[in-house]
Each structure stands twice: as structure tokens, then as C-alpha cells.
């Protein structure tokens, strides 16, 4: 006679008869159950405890120092922008009557360091190629001047004769407002970066990006309300602009950062820069340190971890040890990478100048990473550890990620 | 004859490695509450993975099992942990004891499982390490005990919930003559005084006079029940 098996319920099954309600009632006993035996675990395997948190404080003490760093060298780069005057074809464009309650004292020059969110588009038409930035109506970066048909007024500084493309609507920009700001290459970093709204013709020389690198700007500490007050997002009306200029020069292709290819480019470059490159791997060695660890601890305790289930731990307690005994690992790790990076900024501030400092900000994400580096370290053990059936940890038989046992009694792809 | 407390109806293992070997075939068993029952058979006959289905450990390939009107087959993984919980002892051969717990905390762990409280848990702890002659190790670790004084401890662990039925697996393979014994004695003991039910694998024939009831495997299949009260099933 066949009797049918309980079913294991399937993920899904499982996922919806879970309920957050549950939780509490599970995890207090639970937690009491087996903290006691993590923290014997950690205590008993002293060195081994030890070597984890290292690794994870490694990872923690070098993003701040980097992150420190990174920010050293934005203030380091503010104090020596300067403005540079710019372009001789510019004009700012907004499109649609001006709001009449504008304020216009706050068509001010955009003081240096402070910063407007723009949206860029690269505009090719058979008159050239144009950049159309979108922004906001009150932006501080546009002196309202009036334009007369198409013209600068005159008394308009030298340097700035554009031509109004929609003279209705038109605000010039005054030379002295427009700002870049340059920062001496360090890491890689681009030179130049472009506060200026405004459609303008670049000059001969390469375009310098105006895709401007909005994790500097923001680094170089403006609060992010100042400049923009606008009604509708720049987003919006470079699309308003782009579809005004696609009509105006019908043979001209608009690209704008949302273009795919661009996208893609910009991406690139993100990934590419060394900043993030070394943090990327710093994460990866981390948990994997983290991941080789745990797995070594989780193989030489399968006659342990078998035993307890034997006793009646069930899976997800078993679970729960083992990401205890890690979190335990990793929260040691942070501290002690606050530590290591409080010391190191410490000793680096001795010859630098300006000093390098560490924000709340760079706090929280250190505690974000050392999450992430236990999250990826634990999983595959843990989820191990869970799967495993009684007899395979008492045994010392191999274990398999996949539950099912054909596959689990296979072998061919070897386990663990 | 009593209500039985342990039951298995046409129990059947096949582990699928190479051609698939069938390591319980077609067990019937039934164990009737405060029995001694032993296990026997020369080494690879299916004592262990006998053990190992009638304790939940393991699901058979087909068949059932019944403790306490409990049937394994609708029982969940987790179901049936808890149930091994209370109604479950388990004494291995070796790496019985947890290496990083004391000996008193070994004995307390299942205990604890169960969320008795501090006291009773310490009370009780110590009684059972009484009853093993183990009180006086309490705070040592299973590294500082010998062979025999961690069985020792394994069986007060075993007893610590008062389970329906205690699973041994060949408690004394490890042991001289003398220490397993002294282990025997003590389920034995236990048997006695407080009609705990035993059904212990062992291939030492020395233990039959500890038993009830004999049963006698062969190549995964039971080839004859042997009741120690008289009769001689074949
Ligand atoms: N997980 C497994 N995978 C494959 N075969 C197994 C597994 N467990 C046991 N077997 C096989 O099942 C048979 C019975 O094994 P079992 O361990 O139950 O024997 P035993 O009677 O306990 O032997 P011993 O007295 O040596 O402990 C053996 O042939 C063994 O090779
Ligand atoms: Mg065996």
C-alpha cells in the first residue's frame, strides 16, 4: 500500500500562509532558544569569530576612509572653483510664459558651489550641434533680460551674443552667472563640471560633459531645495524643449540621457570609476570571506547542527543560530571597523589638509554594507544548513542546495 | 496486549545511489508501551536506518509510522521536529553529546526546547544527572569525559523530556564491556522504574537478557521477533 507523503508545501504556499503577525510568537522563543548557543559558538571559536569580524571590519573601515577621502577631495575642489566664462552662443531657454510671480531678484547668479538640477540633452541638427538643458522657471541660473527680436540687448557684456531661438519666451543668461566648476582630477574624476542652463552651440573644443556628476555636486554640500523651485521638473521641460527643437530642425536627432546608448554609456562610466570599483570589490572580498568562513564552520559543525535538529530544533531555528552567530560576527566587524577608520582618518589628518571627516551620513552606510556583506555571506550556508535533512548533517553525508531528493541523492554535482 | 505506543506498517527504505540499494524492506513492527525492545544484525542490515525512520529522522520510501497516534506521513518537516521534541530520546553512537555545551547544559538543552523555566530545568537537570551518576561533572565539557561518562550523559539528555520512546543506536559500540553495560543497566534501570519504552540497536548479544523483545534483521528485512516473555514468532 502507498500512503502519500505530507507535502512539503511549495514557496509560494509557503510565502502566503506566512504571516508578519507570527513572527513575534515564533521569533522570542526562538531567539532565547538559540542565542545562548551562538554565543557559546563564538566564544568557544574565539580566533575563527575573530577572523570574520576582521574581514567585515576591513570592509567597513575601508569605505569610510574612502568615502572621507572622496569628500576631502570635493571640499578640496570647491575651494578652488573658480568662474569660468563660458561659451559664446548661449541662451537659456524655458519654455512657456514665465509664472508672473516670479520673483526676479532670484534670477541671481548661481553662487559657486551651489547647484540647480538639470537635464541634459545633446541636440543634432543641420546647423550644428546644440545642448538643451531643461530647467526650472525660476532657476537662479537666468537673468531676465529682455531680447529684442532675437538680439541681446545692448549694453550686454561682451562674450555674450546669442540669438533667441523663441524670443517670446527667451532669458538670457549674463556672462558672470554661468559657473563651472573645476576639479583638479583626482581618482579619475572629470575636470570640469557645467552649472549652466541655457541651449548653446559648444565651442570648437571637445564638449566637456555637461552630464553633470550629480554625486559631486551633491558632495560639495548644497542643500538640495536652494536652487530648484521649479513647477514642473527640468525633466519635463527638456521634453518640451526637445519636441519644440525636433520640430524646428526636422532632420536633427535628439539624444538625451535617456537615449539607451547614452544610458548605457553613463552607466559605464559609473561602473568604471575606480571609486566604485574598489568599493564593489571590497564588498565582494568581504562576503566572500564572510561566505568561505561560515561554509568551513558549517561543514566542520554538520554532526552538531544534525544533533540539534535531532533534538527537535527545527529548520527555521536552525536558520536563525546560524545568521545570529554571523550577525554577532558582523556587528563585532563593524564596530571594530568604526575603529580601524576613526584611527586611520586620525593618522591620515596629520598630513592632510584639508581634514578628512566622517558624516552620520557615512555611519549609516557603513552599517547598510556590513548588512549587505552578511546577507551575501550567509545565504548559501544557512540555506544549507535549512535543507539538510537530519540523517545528511548526523552522518556527515553531503548536502544539497536543492531540496529534492533525487537530486540530493545524486551526487553528481558534487554538494557540500 | 496494551495499546501500542510505537507502530510501523510495511516500512520501506530505498536510497537511490547507483542501483538503489533497499536498506529497510517491508518492516512491520509494533511496540507496546514500557517494552525494551532490541535490535539486531551483523553491520549494514538496516538497524540504523531503522532507527532513523521510527524517530522521524528520515521518510520512508513507503510505509508508515505511528507514535502516540501520531502518523509520520502527515506530519511536516518542522511537525515533526517539535514532535521529537516531546515524545523523542535519542542516544547515538558517537558525537552524542553538543562539544561546545557542558554536560548539564547538554541534559538542559531539550528542556529548554520545550520552554520549561529556569528552575524546574536546573532541578530536573540535576536529578537526572543523579540518576546517571553524573552530578559531579556537571560543568565539564563532553571533551573531558570519557567514552562511557558521555553516554552517560547522552542517556540522562534522552530522558530529560519524559519522551514516549527512547532511540538508541548502538549506545555502546563505542564502549569496553564494562562502561556498556553500565549504560545498559542504566536504560534498563529507567525501563523499570518509570516504564519508559526502549528500542535499542546493538549487535552484542550480551543485551538480549536486557530485553523484552528481540528483533532480528537481515539485509533490511526482519527475519524473526523474539520475545523474551516466551514465545518465538518465526
Ligand atoms: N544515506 C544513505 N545513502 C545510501 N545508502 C545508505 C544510506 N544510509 C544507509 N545506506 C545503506 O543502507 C544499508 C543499511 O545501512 P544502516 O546504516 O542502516 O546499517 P546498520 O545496520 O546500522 O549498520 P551498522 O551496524 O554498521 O551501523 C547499508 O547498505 C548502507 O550502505
Ligand atoms: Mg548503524
Redesign the pocket.
Same mark, same amino acid.
Given at each position: 500500500m502507498m500512503r502519500r507523503r505530507a507535502k512539503e508545501p511549495s514557496p509560494v504556499a509557503r510565502w502566503r500562509s506566512w504571516r508578519v503577525r507570527d513572527l513575534p510568537r515564533w521569533l522570542g522563543p526562538a531567539w532565547r532558544l538559540v542565542r545562548p548557543l551562538a554565543h557559546r559558538q563564538l566564544a568557544r571559536h574565539g580566533l575563527q569569530s575573530a577572523m570574520v569580524a576582521l574581514v567585515v571590519a576591513g570592509a567597513v573601515a575601508s569605505y569610510l576612509v574612502m568615502s572621507a577621502a572622496g569628500a576631502g577631495a570635493a571640499r578640496e575642489a570647491m575651494a578652488q572653483v573658480r568662474p569660468v566664462p563660458l561659451f559664446a552662443d548661449v541662451l537659456a531657454y524655458a519654455p512657456g510664459p514665465l509664472p508672473a510671480d516670479i520673483d526676479r531678484r532670484m534670477a541671481r547668479a548661481v553662487e559657486i558651489g551651489h547647484w540647480e538640477m538639470v537635464a541634459v540633452a545633446e541636440v543634432y541638427t543641420a546647423s550644428g550641434r546644440y545642448t538643451a538643458l531643461g530647467l526650472s522657471p525660476t532657476s537662479r541660473l537666468l537673468e531676465a533680460l529682455t531680447l529684442t527680436a532675437g538680439r541681446w540687448p545692448s549694453g550686454t557684456p561682451a562674450g555674450v551674443h546669442g540669438h533667441a531661438v523663441f524670443p517670446d519666451h527667451a532669458v538670457g543668461i549674463s556672462p558672470g552667472t554661468i559657473t563651472s566648476l573645476e576639479v583638479p582630477g583626482r581618482h579619475g574624476w572629470h575636470t570640469l563640471h557645467v552649472l549652466v542652463t541655457g541651449l548653446y552651440r559648444p565651442p570648437g573644443a571637445p564638449f566637456s560633459g555637461p552630464l553633470v556628476d550629480r554625486e559631486t555636486l551633491i558632495r560639495l554640500g548644497d542643500p538640495v531645495h536652494q536652487g530648484v523651485v521649479g513647477w514642473l521638473s527640468p525633466r519635463y521641460r527638456l521634453t518640451a524643449a526637445t519636441a519644440r527643437l525636433a520640430r524646428m530642425f526636422p532632420q536633427g536627432t535628439v539624444v538625451t540621457r535617456d537615449t539607451p546608448g547614452v544610458l548605457v554609456l553613463d552607466l559605464t562610466r559609473r561602473a568604471w570609476s575606480p571609486v566604485l570599483t574598489v568599493m564593489g570589490l571590497v564588498v565582494a572580498l568581504a562576503a566572500a570571506g564572510l561566505f568561505s568562513l561560515m561554509l568551513l564552520s558549517f561543514l566542520r559543525r554538520k554532526r552538531y547542527l544534525g544533533m540539534l535538529k535531532a533534538l527537535g530544533l527545527e529548520s527555521s531555528e536552525l536558520g536563525l543560530l546560524l545568521v545570529m552567530e554571523a550577525g554577532l560576527m558582523s556587528v563585532l566587524g563593524l564596530i571594530t571597523g568604526w575603529g580601524m577608520a576613526a584611527g586611520l582618518i586620525w593618522q591620515l589628518n596629520r598630513f592632510h589638509e584639508p581634514a578628512l571627516r566622517l558624516g552620520p551620513g557615512d555611519l549609516a552606510a557603513s552599517v547598510l554594507l556590513a548588512a549587505g556583506v552578511l546577507v551575501l555571506g550567509s545565504f548559501i550556508p544557512v540555506t544549507l544548513s535549512r535543507r539538510a535533512t537530519v =540523517? $545528511?548533517l548526523l552522518?556527515n553525508?553531503r548536502v544539497y542546495l536543492s531540496p529534492n531528493p533525487s537530486c540530493a $541523492?545524486c551526487g553528481r554535482c558534487g554538494g557540500f | 496486549m496494551s495499546e501500542p505506543i510505537l507502530k510501523c506498517n510495511e516500512l520501506h +527504505?530505498r536510497? *537511490?545511489?547507483g542501483d538503489g540499494? =533497499?536498506?529497510?524492506k517491508d518492516v512491520r513492527l509494533t511496540v507496546a508501551p514500557g517494552e525494551f525492545v532490541l535490535i539486531m %544484525?551483523?553491520?549494514?542490515? %538496516? +538497524?540504523?536506518? *531503522? *532507527?532513523?525512520l521510527l524517530g522521524g529522522l528520515d521518510r520512508p520510501t513507503r510505509g508508515e509510522v505511528i507514535l502516540k497516534h501520531r502518523k509520520f506521513s502527515r506530519l511536516s518537516e518542522n511537525e515533526l521536529a517539535r514532535m521529537r521534541r516531546t515524545l523523542v530520546g535519542f542516544v547515538f $553512537?558517537f558525537f552524542n553529546l553538543l562539544p561546545d555545551l557542558t554536560a548539564a547544559e547538554n541534559v538542559a538543552l531539550p528542556m529548554r526546547m520545550i520552554g520549561l523555566g529556569h528552575e524546574e530545568v536546573a532541578r530536573r537537570t540535576l536529578e537526572l544527572l543523579d540518576e546517571v551518576g553524573m552530578v559531579d561533572r556537571a560543568s565539564h565539557s563532553p571533551y573531558e569525559l570519557s567514552g562511557g561518562e558521555q553516554q552517560r550523559v547522552a542517556v540522562a539528555r534522552a530522558l530529560a523530556n519524559r519522551p514516549a520512546v527512547v532511540l538508541a =543506536?548502538?549506545p555502546t %559500540?563505542n564502549l569496553d564491556s564494562q562502561s556498556g553495560n553500565r549504560v545498559m543497566e542504566l536504560f534498563s534501570r529507567f525501563n523499570a522504574r518509570h516504564g519508559q519504552t526502549f528500542v535499542v540497536?546493538s549487535?552484542d548479544r550480551g543485551f538480549r537478557e536486557y530485553a523484552t523483545k528481540v528483533v532480528h534483521?537481515l539485509d533490511?528485512a526482519v527475519v524473526r521477533m523474539e520475545d523474551r516473555t516466551g514465545a518465538v514468532t518465526p
Open positions: =540523517d $545528511q552522518h553525508r $541523492q | +527504505k536510497f *537511490l545511489v540499494v =533497499d536498506a529497510v %544484525g551483523p553491520s549494514g542490515c %538496516g +538497524k540504523t536506518t *531503522l *532507527l532513523n $553512537q =543506536d548502538e %559500540g540497536a549487535h534483521m533490511g
